[in-house]
């Protein structure tokens, strides 16, 4: 079975710092990895996916991911990081083949960014 | 273009009781899953629909079952509620051909009391 694992349940850090949200992986095969990020109360919003290609995957909001098969991480960064930037994010694998697949999600990491 | 829509967004029962949340996919989407996400916790997966079909389970009991409609849109229902049932339930949707991506609506969140 698949599974991503995110060790840390929360990272701090500073208005205008970069930050890292960490987030390992276990799959048999070629991994598509997610993040999706959660605000209080509400659904959990695609931020971006690497399915295969470059290793550095940009998506919303200035978000990006380095995908490394090496360590089996695919970790979520930002150079510069806002207030507003404070939610839960969440690292996903698919599992399942096109069409019949669904998200295995990890546990969440609280991200709490400080003015 | 709307999203994935939920409906109620919260709802309170008392244990035994039934209760059937609503879900309209996003125009294009062909395909419903439902998570359960409980305080705390990374959603699970509880189980998808695809052309009227429950075409794969996660590990829920029988009590939990769903159902969509000709028009893509999806109901989640979960009879003899227990507490431990108290969760945001998620609603996402795709298409049968994307590579994974799904789209969630707000949730609704239930509480069992």
């Known amino acids: 079975a698949q599974s991503v694992a995110q060790p840390e349940d929360q990272v701090n850090v500073a208005e205008g710092n970069p930050l890292t949200v960490k987030c390992t992986y276990s799959?048999?095969?070629?991994?598509?990895l997610f993040w999706y990020v959660q605000y209080p109360n509400r659904g959990l919003q695609f931020l971006l996916k690497?399915?295969?290609?470059?290793?550095l995957v940009k998506g919303s909001y200035g978000f990006e991911a380095e995908f490394n098969k090496s360590q089996t991480s695919f970790h979520l960064k930002k150079p510069s990081a806002l207030v507003s930037d404070s939610a839960l994010y969440f690292c996903?694998?698919?599992?399942?083949?096109?069409?019949?697949?669904?998200?295995?999600f990890g546990t969440g990491t609280r991200l709490l960014v400080s003015p | 273009d709307a999203g994935v829509t939920q409906s109620p967004t919260h709802l309170i029962k008392t244990r035994g009781q039934q209760v059937t949340l609503r879900c309209s996919p996003k125009?294009?989407?062909?395909?419903v899953s439902w998570y359960q996400q409980a305080l705390g916790q990374g959603p699970q997966f509880i189980f998808q629909?695809?052309?009227?079909?429950?075409?794969q389970r996660g590990n829920f009991p029988d009590r939990f079952s769903g159902h969509q409609f000709p028009n893509y849109s999806s109901e989640l229902n979960v009879n003899a509620l227990l507490l431990g049932d108290s969760a945001l339930y998620l609603c996402?949707?795709?298409?049968?051909?994307?590579?994974?991506?799904?789209?969630f609506g707000e949730g609704s969140r239930l509480t069992v009391l």
């Open positions: 996402a949707s795709s298409h049968r051909d994307s590579t994974g991506e799904l789209f």
């Open positions: 799959v048999s095969g070629n991994p598509y």
């Open positions: 690497y399915i295969t290609g470059d290793n």
């Open positions: 996903a694998v698919r599992e399942g083949y096109r069409g019949f697949q669904k998200l295995v």
């Open positions: 125009s294009g989407h062909d395909t």
């Open positions: 629909y695809y052309e009227e079909e429950e075409r």
